[in-house]
């Protein structure tokens, strides 16, 4: 990835996730169709098998849902180890099942496939791939030994050869192929999931930063009359003290300390104030604001306006947190992998508002260009700084709060046509692109402002 951000959770990890009682009720259902098919089987269809048996080994699997109703809790959540086990009966009791009725010749053969597509959506790798072995290990005995099926006069029904090892092949190729396809698309909805539970946790400490400023401004605000009331008091207090020494050295030091208050107060209320001034800037103002964390980082943060007329009116936009904290992220992305310089190019248009942030860097590898922006991408170069292992949540959060203000996002490298204005090496490094329409983060300076809202106090 292009920023560091540390996840929230190994996605590997993906214990806890399946309730008992979920499985318990999905038990059920197979017990009640499983009986249900065997008295069909036997009365209605009249096939002859160990009806007894069989009902023996569904009686099993209806006996171990009422042991676990009984020991564990509705609400109880298995562990990685406790759903494979849980699993592998279920496979183990469906193919004791089929080796009574038929083997690969029962068309309910299919069903092994169930306990291994639940394992490739709720486990990890290794659960699934041991269950994966042991379903394709029972499928196999079953293809080579099983009670043979028969009608009611006798007639043994037996597939040949050819079609019983079609079948098998056919029911490990589904294991493998469904088990792979549902545990990829179960790997990336959770990778998504906590990518977009790091993108919320980000917009919400980048909003209550700046509530904390507007807070502090607010109490510099309401503050500054009685510091200055203060002042002026212990001026007075000086001038009227100066036969005693003492008292006058005292009136002094209220005064000085007044005056460090009122500094401090100033110098904390920077970053934002409560009233509805600060709720828009001028673009160059919110990019500045975004970059001032990376600003002494020994890179070249340069700010242009690119082929716009001296006398173009700069826009004020909205300073909302979700803008600053994308263009953050896409600042820091590339001072992070430029060499010397990073520039943020302006312009807009009667429709349109762009800024381009390009670096000097080796760009973003081609044959991932087309997935810039997803989570858990891999670095940029990681040849050019095998130390930085980030998990591709940088960009991603950037793309994903800018279109939430209504912005598109591009990512591409820089070409010949579109190099950053004095750029005069041989190539210069990875483009980023934000483009909003001017209505969805244009503020108007000269309309009303409406009331300000107070801050509530804790």
Same mark, same amino acid.
């Given at each position: 990835?292009?920023?560091?951000?540390?996840?929230?959770? $190994?996605?590997?990890?993906?214990?806890?996730?399946?309730?008992?009682?979920?499985?318990?009720?999905?038990?059920?259902?197979?017990?009640?169709?499983?009986?249900?098919?065997?008295?069909?089987?036997?009365?209605?269809?009249?096939?002859?098998?160990?009806?007894?048996?069989?009902?023996?080994?569904?009686?099993?699997?209806?006996?171990?849902?009422?042991?676990?109703?009984?020991?564990?809790?509705?609400?109880?959540?298995?562990?990685?180890?406790?759903?494979?086990?849980?699993?592998?009966?279920?496979?183990?009791?469906?193919?004791?099942?089929?080796?009574?009725?038929?083997?690969?010749?029962?068309?309910?053969?299919?069903?092994?496939?169930?306990?291994?597509?639940?394992?490739?959506?709720?486990?990890?790798?290794?659960?699934?791939?041991?269950?994966?072995?042991?379903?394709?290990?029972?499928?196999?005995?079953?293809?080579?030994?099983?009670?043979?099926?028969?009608?009611?006069?006798?007639?043994?029904?037996?597939?040949?050869?050819?079609?019983?090892?079609?079948?098998?092949?056919?029911?490990?190729?589904?294991?493998?192929?469904?088990?792979?396809?549902?545990?990829?698309?179960?790997?990336?909805?959770?990778?998504?999931?906590?990518?977009?539970?790091?993108?919320?946790?980000?917009?919400?400490?980048?909003?209550?930063?700046?509530?904390?400023?507007?807070?502090?401004?607010?109490?510099?605000?309401?503050?500054?009359?009685?510091?200055?009331?203060?002042?002026?008091?212990?001026?007075?207090?000086?001038?009227?003290?100066?036969?005693?020494?003492?008292?006058?050295?005292?009136?002094?030091?209220?005064?000085?300390?007044?005056?460090?208050?009122?500094?401090?107060?100033?110098?904390?209320?920077?970053?934002?104030?409560?009233?509805?001034?600060?709720?828009?800037?001028?673009?160059?103002?919110?990019?500045?604001?975004?970059?001032?964390?990376?600003?002494?980082?020994?890179?070249?943060?340069?700010?242009?306006?690119?082929?716009?007329?001296?006398?173009?009116?700069?826009?004020?936009?909205?300073?909302?947190?979700?803008?600053?904290?994308?263009?953050? $992220?896409?600042?820091? $992305?590339?001072?992070?992998?430029?060499?010397?310089?990073?520039?943020?190019?302006?312009?807009?248009?009667?429709?349109?508002?762009?800024?381009?942030?390009?670096?000097?860097?080796?760009?973003?590898?081609?044959?991932?260009?087309?997935?810039?922006?997803?989570?858990?991408?891999?670095?940029?170069?990681?040849?050019?700084?095998?130390?930085?292992?980030?998990?591709?949540?940088?960009?991603?959060?950037?793309?994903?709060?800018?279109?939430?203000?209504?912005?598109?996002?591009?990512?591409?490298?820089?070409?010949?046509?579109?190099?950053?204005?004095?750029?005069?090496?041989?190539?210069?490094?990875?483009?980023?692109?934000?483009?909003?329409?001017?209505?969805?983060?244009?503020?108007?300076?000269?309309?009303?402002?409406?009331? $300000?809202?107070?801050?509530?106090?804790?």
């Amino acid at each position: 990835m292009d920023t560091q951000t540390p996840g929230l959770m $190994n996605r590997d990890v993906q214990g806890h996730w399946v309730r008992m009682e979920t499985l318990t009720r999905v038990r059920w259902l197979a017990a009640g169709g499983q009986l249900a098919a065997l008295l069909v089987a036997y009365w209605i269809v009249e096939l002859r098998f160990a009806l007894g048996l069989s009902m023996v080994v569904v009686g099993v699997l209806a006996l171990a849902n009422l042991v676990i109703a009984y020991v564990y809790p509705r609400s109880k959540r298995l562990s990685e180890t406790e759903a494979l086990i849980t699993l592998t009966f279920d496979t183990v009791q469906l193919s004791l099942l089929l080796f009574l009725t038929g083997g690969m010749t029962n068309p309910f053969a299919l069903l092994l496939i169930a306990p291994v597509a639940i394992a490739a959506t709720a486990l990890q790798l290794r659960s699934t791939l041991i269950l994966g072995i042991i379903t394709i290990i029972l499928a196999t005995l079953l293809a080579l030994s099983h009670e043979t099926l028969r009608l009611w006069d006798g007639t043994t029904l037996e597939l040949p050869e050819l079609f019983r090892v079609g079948l098998w092949l056919a029911l490990v190729i589904g294991i493998s192929f469904i088990g792979l396809y549902s545990r990829s698309v179960a790997a990336e909805k959770h990778a998504l999931a906590e990518a977009l539970l790091a993108m919320r946790m980000a917009l919400a400490r980048e909003q209550k930063l700046t509530d904390l400023g507007g807070v502090i401004a607010a109490a510099a605000h309401e503050l500054g009359t009685p510091l200055a009331t203060i002042k002026l008091a212990s001026a007075e207090l000086i001038d009227a003290l100066r036969d005693d020494p003492d008292l006058a050295e005292d009136a002094i030091l209220i005064r000085d300390q007044a005056d460090r208050c009122r500094a401090i107060l100033r110098s904390m209320g920077q970053m934002g104030k409560v009233d509805m001034h600060v709720r828009h800037a001028p673009l160059e103002t919110v990019v500045t604001e975004a970059a001032a964390p990376h600003a002494d980082r020994g890179k070249r943060l340069v700010f242009d306006t690119f082929d716009l007329p001296d006398d173009a009116r700069m826009p004020e936009i909205q300073r909302r947190p979700e803008i600053v904290h994308g263009l953050r $992220n896409l600042i820091q $992305n590339g001072v992070d992998f430029a060499r010397q310089t990073v520039w943020v190019e302006a312009t807009w248009s009667d429709t349109i508002i762009r800024l381009r942030i390009i670096d000097d860097g080796p760009g973003y590898p081609v044959h991932l260009l087309d997935r810039i922006g997803d989570p858990y991408l891999r670095g940029r170069r990681r040849d050019k700084r095998p130390e930085y292992d980030g998990m591709g949540l940088g960009l991603f959060i950037a793309k994903t709060l800018l279109q939430r203000s209504g912005a598109t996002v591009r990512f591409s490298n820089c070409s010949g046509q579109h190099r950053p204005r004095g750029f005069s090496g041989p190539r210069c490094g990875a483009v980023a692109e934000v483009t909003w329409p001017r209505q969805a983060v244009e503020a108007d300076p000269r309309g009303p402002l409406g009331e $300000n809202t107070p801050y509530p106090v804790a």
